[in-house]
């Protein structure tokens, strides 16, 4: 998806997005770099190009030092909806702000790239030759040129409905990449230490966007597991620390997740995660603790909290209970240590999430977690609310056909007060949010009926 950005000099700059999660990773950030979407952008979620104003050619790097959605950035130097218009577009484009790119002590290149259709290598030449009337006075240097041009066309989102002629076409300079890389470097299947739900690379980093961390803040995940959120923080120069009921996970022990791996080795564990990318220095501490009983002293402690809450498909749902309570079976630890939880209710965790979120995030920190959802019985009414904090953003991520996760965005705008303890239990909406409760039966639900029709097909 391609932006276009507004500098103070007047220079118009080009983003190209991916992922379904572009709108909210790049409207985050621009709160955090500073900018918006030009007046004249209408925007379509759907659409692979978007035009934003920024105030410097600086802060696009900035911004593309962290976008993991978007692909690249340029300064757009004209468009339209036919080649016509893109012409009769650039050549209204001031010479002043042309000529520093175009010298005859420079070398440049031209590249073109279609958006759902192919292009011949003939096609492609005569679209670069039919700007023969731009000023272009340097060297063409194909394999390390100082400026590289594109030509950008959009030829919509239907692969079965594909047209002669683009939609929209763009031609810009190029000036930054995105981080898509960092999916790769930080895949999962590289790291140290996993579990059984340790968050995809993209989606962390996708997340700390969300959260708009930035170096020396103390970012904190409840539910950390293995710490794959930490990691993105820490990438971004955030403070990290987390706490987990489980205490196997938190010290590395008991059961491997790998395949053909039987227990987890003696330097499995969270800080050796961020010993691997170089990350240490930023990792604070994690604790075996209970999310439902705040160990923290009062104040606003953190400037993000980012977590990934258990749904009770792959990780039970548990929280500390008493003696009276049933003792759940020890696992193997070399400290022989035994626990004792109960149930702990989805509505129950959210809340209590919502609230922690609101005592001790600093003003204007953020909340990033993933709610589950079953889609036939989603309304925006079933999102957890507290009076503390702000809906920034609500996406969505398909896990089946009849449930989903959302990712939710939470900023702090009131401080929070002793009143604002319980606020949640007066509210007369409370009650559609017991619907988090029963997920797990729902999603399992799905999968049953469709075993059973697969079992029915079969015999056939």
Not at 44 to 49: A, E, G, I, R
Not at 130 to 135: D, G, T
């Amino acid at each position: 998806v391609p932006l276009r950005l507004n500098s103070e000099k007047g220079n118009q700059l080009l983003l190209h997005l991916t992922f379904i999660f572009s709108l909210q990773e790049i409207t985050s950030l621009l709160s955090l770099y500073g900018g918006q979407f030009s007046s004249e952008q209408e925007i379509h979620v759907n659409s692979p190009f978007w035009i934003l104003s920024i105030p410097s050619e600086e802060m696009a790097r900035g911004l593309m030092k962290r976008t993991v959605c978007a692909k690249s950035v340029f300064e757009l130097w004209g468009h339209g909806r036919s080649a016509g218009e893109l012409y009769a577009s650039l050549k209204n484009y001031p010479m002043d702000k042309m000529l520093p790119y175009l010298q005859s002590d420079s070398t440049y290149k031209v590249h073109i790239h279609t958006f759902n259709k192919t292009l011949t290598q003939a096609q492609k030449i005569k679209k670069i030759d039919a700007l023969e009337f731009l000023p272009f006075k340097g060297k063409v240097n194909l394999k390390n040129p100082e400026h590289i041009f594109w030509i950008l066309e959009d030829y919509g989102m239907d692969p079965n409905n594909v047209p002669e002629d683009p939609f929209h076409l763009y031609f810009g300079r190029w000036i930054a990449d995105g981080q898509r890389e960092l999916i790769e470097s930080y895949s999962v299947k590289k790291r140290h230490f996993i579990g059984n739900t340790s968050m995809d690379a993209c989606l962390s980093f996708i997340m700390a966007n969300h959260g708009r961390v930035k170096p020396n803040d103390v970012v904190y995940d409840p539910f950390v597991g293995t710490g794959g959120l930490l990691i993105s923080s820490a990438h971004f120069g955030a403070y990290v620390c987390g706490t987990d009921i489980d205490y196997n996970t938190i010290h590395g022990l008991g059961k491997a997740s790998r395949k053909n791996q039987k227990w987890r080795g003696p330097d499995e564990n969270i800080r050796a995660n961020l010993r691997q990318y170089g990350l240490e220095k930023y990792y604070l501490d994690a604790l075996v603790s209970d999310s439902s009983r705040p160990i923290w002293r009062k104040g606003m402690l953190f400037d993000a909290v980012i977590t990934d809450p258990p749904y009770g498909i792959r990780e039970a749902t548990r929280r500390t209970g008493s003696q009276k309570e049933t003792v759940k079976s020890a696992e193997r630890s070399t400290e022989n240590h035994i626990f004792v939880s109960s149930s702990y209710h989805l509505s129950d965790i959210f809340f209590d999430l919502l609230k922690f979120a609101a005592e001790y995030l600093v003003m204007g920190g953020r909340l990033v977690y993933w709610l589950p959802i079953y889609r036939p019985e989603y309304t925006e009414e079933i999102i957890p609310r507290h009076p503390c904090l702000k809906l920034i953003s609500n996406c969505e991520q398909m896990l089946s056909s009849h449930t989903s996760r959302r990712l939710i965005t939470m900023e702090k705008v009131k401080e929070f007060k002793d009143q604002d303890q319980n606020s949640h239990l007066l509210d007369g909406q409370y009650m559609p949010y017991r619907g988090h409760n029963s997920f797990r039966e729902k999603y399992f639900s799905g999968v049953t009926k469709r075993i059973a029709k697969e079992e029915k097909d079969n015999q056939k």
